[in-house]
Every structure is written in C-alpha cells, then in structure tokens.
C-alpha cells in the first residue's frame, strides 16, 4: 500500500464521522477504557503510530503522530497533534526520540508488522513504553471485517488480523518485553449470526510491552 495511493484518503471524513454515531462513540469509550487502564495519563515524549484522524492521541494527550494517509494526517493535525504523514516501517525521528507509543487498530494493516515493530523499538528509550490496542482475529469484529475483506470491501481486503499470541510474539522479536494486558468485550457488529457464531472472544485487546533494546 503506497502512501501516496491510500485507501483511507478517500473515507477519512466518512470514518471519523462514525466515532460521532451512538454505536462508534460508544465502541470508541470502551475502547479508550481498556487503553487507559494500561496507559493512564502519559507522561515524557509520546508519538502514535497510524493515528487515523487523531481521536486516540487527542484523548490522551499525545502530541506527535505518523500516519500514512494525507486526508486523515490532516484531520490529526486539526486536533493539534504534530503529525507526519509517513509510514511505520520508517519512522522520521532518531534513535530513543521517545518515552512511549502507541498504536491503535494499525497492526493490520501493515505490510510488514515486524519492522515496524522494530522501528518502533529504535524511536523508543531502552524501557520505553510500547501499548498495542488491537481486534484479535478470533473476536467478532475480527472475524466480521476478515469476511468484508475477503468479499472486496476497499479498507478490510487490504486488513490482516492477529491472535494475541502472535502479536505478543512479534514484539517479542523485535525486541520488546511482555508486561501487561487488558480486554475489552464490545457489542457485535450485525449479522454475525450469518458467520454462525455465538461465542467469541473480546472484541478490543490492549497490550503493554517494555522496550529491552539498548542503542
């Protein structure tokens, strides 16, 4: 996926509007819960990587921001995030720029996880902090956007989803330290009845690692 060819350029309006509507705005609150119950308030330099419009980092009070899509990059920036529009396998900051990150429902999308995980590693200070908020694969919601995306939808066939285990394995690679995790269970999206399943696992992951690399 280019950055100069991104499918969000042309649904950033439509999908920072849907944060508004009764069911994101309650879906974005429990998401939020479980991300402040690993995060709470940051403290030192934070940076989030794939900010979408900014609604995370302007909730948490995070100042700088990378997002590869111009149209939501420039919504970021409206929220007063310094935001770069870049992508995360190369991250435009030096080594141990700062004191934490994080990275809310950009796993799948990314084209190679693991480097930017490691890019992420490289930005960070040795203990720095890394949050990974994410819809595992086996959930609802990661089940109901796997099956849009195998049927063409233009965001979710470009989506890779995760199980937690895996996540915590490339960040394990990459150089990170497991720490902490807290789940949300959201309420289904329509129509899961037609994929026939009943009872599925938390719809919202958040995971906290620590940074183990020295540069």
């Keep these: 996926m280019s950055i100069w060819n991104n499918p969000f350029d042309d649904f950033a ?11 994101g705005s309650f879906i974005f609150s429990q ?7 690993i995060l709470g308030v940051p403290t030192g330099k934070w940076l989030e990587v794939g900010s979408g419009s900014g609604r995370f980092a ?26 770069c529009q870049a992508m995360g396998e190369h991250l435009p ?36 902090r890394l949050i990974i908020g994410f819809v595992p694969s086996n959930s609802a919601w990661g089940l ?5 995306g195998k049927k063409g939808h233009v965001i979710y066939r470009h989506a890779r989803f995760y199980q937690r285990d895996e996540v915590k394995a490339m960040a394990e690679e990459a ?7 807290q789940s ?8 899961m009845n037609e994929l026939g399943k009943e009872s599925l696992d938390e719809g919202f992951v958040t995971l906290l690692f ?6």
């Design 144 to 148: 109901y956007h796997s099956a849009r």
């Design 13 to 23: 309006e439509e999908y920072d509007h849907w944060f508004d509507s009764e069911k």
């Design 175 to 181: 150089g990170f330290l497991f720490r902490k995790e």
């Design 93 to 128: 900051f030096k080594d141990t720029s700062f004191d934490g990150l994080l990275m809310v429902c950009t796993l799948c999308f990314l084209h190679d996880p693991l480097r930017v995980l490691r890019e992420c590693s490289r930005v960070l200070k040795r203990r720095g």
């Design 31 to 37: 998401e939020r819960e479980a991300l402040n119950q």
């Design 210 to 215: 620590e940074n183990t690399l020295r540069r």
């Design 58 to 83: 302007q909730a948490f009070g995070i100042g700088h921001s990378v997002e590869p899509s111009r149209s939501m990059a420039m919504i970021a920036s409206s929220r007063g995030i310094m935001t």
């Design 184 to 191: 949300s269970i959201l309420p289904p999206p329509e129509g």
